[in-house]
C-alpha cells in the first residue's frame, strides 16, 4: 500500500502490482470519484471559503481549442495562456498567434485573459528555437531566450498588441529574473506599438506583469513595483528553492509547495502585492491541488489560476478552509 499510494501520489509506474496493490488503486481511484462528482456541484458557483472569504478563480489553457469545452461563466477569466504550443515545429507567425489569442479573447469576453510569451526552453525545448545546453533549467529559458533572438519576440509582441483591441488582454513574462528584463521586454512593446500605429494597424498596449518563479524576484519583489501584476509560478519556483527538479520522481519528496520556504516566500510577495497595490496571482499547479489549497490561502492568495479539469475540485477545497 505504501508504494501504491506513493506512485499515486508522485506519478509512478508499478510493475506486476500486487493484488493488495490493485485493490489500493481501485479504492483510491473510487474515492476519487467520488470526490469529483461532489466537487461538480462546486463549478457553477463563485470560490468563497467557509469564512466566507471570496477567491477569484481563473483557469490555466494552452491550445485554443481547450476554451471550447468550459463554460466562461464557472470562472473570473483565463490567468495564464501559455503559448508554446504554437511554437511546435515551425516558428509560428503572426497572423497564426494572432488568430489564436483573439479566439480566446473573444471568448472571455469582458474578462481578463492573461497571456504568457513563449517559455520554451527548460523542460519545453523548440526545435530551430532553444539551444543545446548543459542545464537548461539554468539556461536560456523564457524571457532570457526571447531578448536573445528578439526577430522571433517581435513577432509575438505585434501579435498580442494586434489582438488587444478583441478582449481584456493582459501579457506576462516568463522567468524573469532581473528587472532590466521586464525593462527590455516592454521597451519592445511600446517601439512595436509605436511601428503598429504608424502602419494604421488597430492595436493596444495591454497591461504588462511578470511571473514571480525565480527566487530572485519572490526575495526582492520591491525591484519590480514597474509591474503591473504578479502571477507566482510555484512549479518553477518550487524547483528553484528546494534544488529538485520539477521532472525527477526520485526528488519528488523534496519537491513541495508546502515546504516552510517557498510557503514563506509566496506569503511575502502576497504581503508586498497587497501593500504596493500590485495584484498577486497563483498559477502554477499547486493552485489546482486541493492538499496545498489550505497553506496557499493561509500565506494570503485570494487569487488562484488552475487546470480546467481541476477548476471543480479546487472550488470544493476552498469551500472546507477556514480563512
Ligand atoms: C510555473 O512555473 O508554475 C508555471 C505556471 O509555469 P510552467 O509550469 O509553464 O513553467
Ligand atoms: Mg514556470
Redesign the pocket.
Given at each position: 500500500h505504501g508504494h501504491a499510494a506513493r506512485a499515486r501520489q508522485h506519478g509512478g509506474i508499478v510493475l506486476s502490482p500486487s493484488k493488495a496493490q490493485i485493490a489500493a488503486f481501485r479504492q483510491s481511484s473510487s474515492s476519487f470519484r467520488a470526490r469529483r462528482d461532489r466537487a461538480g456541484t462546486f463549478l457553477a458557483r463563485p470560490a468563497v471559503t467557509k469564512a466566507g472569504t471570496a477567491v477569484r478563480m481563473q483557469v490555466n489553457i494552452a491550445d485554443p481549442s481547450e476554451v471550447d469545452g468550459i463554460d466562461i461563466a464557472t470562472c473570473d477569466g483565463v490567468g495564464?495562456m501559455?503559448t508554446e504550443f504554437l511554437f511546435g515545429k515551425t516558428l509560428p507567425d503572426e497572423g497564426t498567434q494572432y488568430r489564436a489569442y483573439r479566439k480566446v479573447l473573444e471568448w472571455a469576453g469582458e474578462k481578463p485573459v492573461t497571456i504568457r510569451t513563449v517559455?520554451a526552453g527548460g523542460d519545453k525545448p523548440v526545435p530551430g528555437f532553444t539551444v543545446e545546453e548543459s542545464n537548461p533549467f539554468l539556461g536560456l529559458r523564457g524571457i532570457r531566450l526571447s531578448l536573445a533572438r528578439p526577430e522571433v519576440f517581435r513577432v509575438q509582441i505585434r501579435a498580442l498588441l494586434r489582438a488587444a483591441v478583441h478582449g481584456n488582454l493582459k501579457v506576462m513574462f516568463?522567468m524573469i529574473a532581473i528587472v532590466e528584463e521586464y525593462r527590455q521586454a516592454a521597451a519592445m512593446f511600446a517601439e512595436e506599438q509605436t511601428a503598429l500605429a504608424a502602419r494604421g494597424i488597430a492595436n493596444k498596449m495591454p497591461p504588462l506583469g511578470i511571473?514571480v518563479?525565480v527566487p530572485s524576484v519572490a526575495i526582492v519583489p520591491e525591484a519590480f513595483t514597474e509591474a503591473a501584476f504578479f502571477s507566482i509560478?510555484?512549479?518553477?519556483?518550487t524547483q528553484y528553492v528546494m534544488a529538485a527538479a520539477r521532472d525527477d520522481a526520485a526528488v519528488a519528496h523534496l519537491n513541495s509547495v508546502r515546504h516552510p520556504a517557498v510557503l514563506r516566500l509566496i506569503a511575502a510577495v502576497t504581503a508586498f502585492g497587497q501593500r504596493e497595490k500590485i495584484p498577486v496571482s497563483l498559477?502554477?499547479?499547486a493552485g489546482g491541488d486541493p492538499a496545498s489549497i489550505p497553506s496557499l490561502l493561509k500565506a494570503g492568495l485570494r487569487d488562484l489560476s488552475v487546470a480546467p479539469a481541476q477548476l471543480a475540485m479546487a472550488k470544493a477545497a476552498i469551500a472546507d478552509v477556514s480563512v
Amino acid at each position: 500500500h505504501g508504494h501504491a499510494a506513493r506512485a499515486r501520489q508522485h506519478g509512478g509506474i508499478v510493475l506486476s502490482p500486487s493484488k493488495a496493490q490493485i485493490a489500493a488503486f481501485r479504492q483510491s481511484s473510487s474515492s476519487f470519484r467520488a470526490r469529483r462528482d461532489r466537487a461538480g456541484t462546486f463549478l457553477a458557483r463563485p470560490a468563497v471559503t467557509k469564512a466566507g472569504t471570496a477567491v477569484r478563480m481563473q483557469v490555466n489553457i494552452a491550445d485554443p481549442s481547450e476554451v471550447d469545452g468550459i463554460d466562461i461563466a464557472t470562472c473570473d477569466g483565463v490567468g495564464l495562456m501559455r503559448t508554446e504550443f504554437l511554437f511546435g515545429k515551425t516558428l509560428p507567425d503572426e497572423g497564426t498567434q494572432y488568430r489564436a489569442y483573439r479566439k480566446v479573447l473573444e471568448w472571455a469576453g469582458e474578462k481578463p485573459v492573461t497571456i504568457r510569451t513563449v517559455d520554451a526552453g527548460g523542460d519545453k525545448p523548440v526545435p530551430g528555437f532553444t539551444v543545446e545546453e548543459s542545464n537548461p533549467f539554468l539556461g536560456l529559458r523564457g524571457i532570457r531566450l526571447s531578448l536573445a533572438r528578439p526577430e522571433v519576440f517581435r513577432v509575438q509582441i505585434r501579435a498580442l498588441l494586434r489582438a488587444a483591441v478583441h478582449g481584456n488582454l493582459k501579457v506576462m513574462f516568463p522567468m524573469i529574473a532581473i528587472v532590466e528584463e521586464y525593462r527590455q521586454a516592454a521597451a519592445m512593446f511600446a517601439e512595436e506599438q509605436t511601428a503598429l500605429a504608424a502602419r494604421g494597424i488597430a492595436n493596444k498596449m495591454p497591461p504588462l506583469g511578470i511571473m514571480v518563479e525565480v527566487p530572485s524576484v519572490a526575495i526582492v519583489p520591491e525591484a519590480f513595483t514597474e509591474a503591473a501584476f504578479f502571477s507566482i509560478g510555484s512549479n518553477d519556483l518550487t524547483q528553484y528553492v528546494m534544488a529538485a527538479a520539477r521532472d525527477d520522481a526520485a526528488v519528488a519528496h523534496l519537491n513541495s509547495v508546502r515546504h516552510p520556504a517557498v510557503l514563506r516566500l509566496i506569503a511575502a510577495v502576497t504581503a508586498f502585492g497587497q501593500r504596493e497595490k500590485i495584484p498577486v496571482s497563483l498559477c502554477g499547479d499547486a493552485g489546482g491541488d486541493p492538499a496545498s489549497i489550505p497553506s496557499l490561502l493561509k500565506a494570503g492568495l485570494r487569487d488562484l489560476s488552475v487546470a480546467p479539469a481541476q477548476l471543480a475540485m479546487a472550488k470544493a477545497a476552498i469551500a472546507d478552509v477556514s480563512v
